[in-house]
């Protein structure tokens, strides 16, 4: 992204030039495939690093040359789901970069509606986050607190990939989305719509994150969500954060689970988080009891390990239950015992 692929001549696209390319290249990339997408770029913008096309359901099998001899690419570098073609363009006398990414036809939607109007959710995953919301080319998802903060990858459950359902599950409105911006003062005022809006945060630089402050310093359009719209709004409405602030994480979460009917999944992720942190100790528990030396221990700890692994596959009735305490007791007991008679074997063929 970014026509930064090649080490070529890749100027920035002037915003004219950009439509009527765009135009080219989807139409004759509509030849390859039913569905030729570009998403719709931030307002007010007058350049553009790369034109990024995304397409889905491919009319009819193809080599990966057909693409590259059709857009009259130079140079290509394959890639799935992302190709990037350079493209000599004598209008501007320079390459232009395309990138063609291949969706899945029912993720396309969203695909399109996560990168539309540049910084957009940047902006609002920002807020997203402060509560545990945070939104990527997946979907909208919410983070159990907990277990974030030793795994976040782990910690993800995911809500919705549908782009309606987002917005509003963010407190903005669908219709002015659907209307698109023309302006930044009407994307930012549609920012501002956000329930979980803090326009003190720009005042509280020890609150940004790390990732906050990255976008602030290295994207132009989140520094002046940052450093002019925030301040401005504060000014201008102030008091009007003690009424969004109110949400905790723990409530946000109760609510993104019962909204979109995420309860069983929540459970089911805590539940085998828990587990697998108890199995971690009681492995370690196991390990102490055998009277082997250190790697004779460790191999057969190993090995009890790998069964109970794919012992547990399929069951998916932990939820709750790894929390019962007579539940522990009876797993650390069984396989204390299957422990305890692998090394009995052990002992025997050593004699």
Not at 125 to 140: C, F, H, P, T, Y
Request: net charge negative; charged share 30%.
């Amino acid at each position: 992204m970014g026509g930064r692929a090649f080490s070529l001549n890749t100027p920035p696209i002037r915003h004219d030039v950009y439509l009527r390319l765009v135009s080219k290249f989807t139409t004759l990339l509509q030849t390859l495939h039913e569905i030729v997408r570009v998403a719709p770029h931030a307002p007010e913008k007058i350049t553009h690093g790369d034109i990024d096309v995304l397409v889905a359901s491919p009319l009819r099998t193809y080599t990966s040359e057909e693409p590259i001899a059709l857009l009259g690419a130079e140079q290509c570098i394959p890639g799935f789901p992302t190709a990037n073609f350079a493209i000599y363009e004598p209008e501007i006398e320079a390459y232009v970069q395309l990138d063609m990414r291949i969706c899945p036809p029912e993720k396309i939607e969203w695909e399109i509606f996560y990168r539309s109007y540049g910084d957009l959710w940047n902006i609002l995953g920002i807020m997203g986050k402060r509560v545990g919301i945070s939104v990527n080319q997946a979907g909208v998802r919410v983070s159990v607190e907990h277990i974030e903060k030793k795994n976040k990858k782990a910690a993800m459950v995911h809500l919705t990939d549908d782009p309606r359902s987002a917005v509003e599950f963010f407190g903005c409105d669908w219709e002015k989305y659907e209307r698109g911006f023309g302006t930044i003062q009407e994307m930012f005022d549609f920012c501002a719509g956000c329930r979980f809006l803090d326009v003190e945060i720009s005042q509280r630089r020890e609150k940004i994150t790390v990732e906050s402050r990255r976008l602030r310093d290295l994207r132009p359009l989140c520094q002046r969500w940052f450093d002019e719209y925030l301040p401005k709004l504060m000014g201008e409405e102030a008091g009007r954060e003690i009424e969004l602030n109110v949400h905790s994480r723990e409530g946000v979460l109760e609510e993104a689970l019962g909204k979109f009917d995420k309860r069983l999944d929540h459970d089911m992720l805590v539940g085998m988080w828990g587990k697998d942190l108890f199995d971690k100790e009681m492995w370690r528990r196991i390990r102490a009891l055998l009277p082997l030396g250190t790697k004779r221990g460790n191999i057969v700890v190993r090995a009890l390990a790998k069964r109970l692994e794919e012992a547990d596959l399929g069951n998916g009735e932990y939820g709750a239950l790894c929390e019962s305490e007579e539940w522990r007791r009876e797993r650390e007991a069984n396989w204390t015992e299957i422990a305890k008679a692998e090394w009995r074997v052990i002992l025997a063929a050593v004699q």
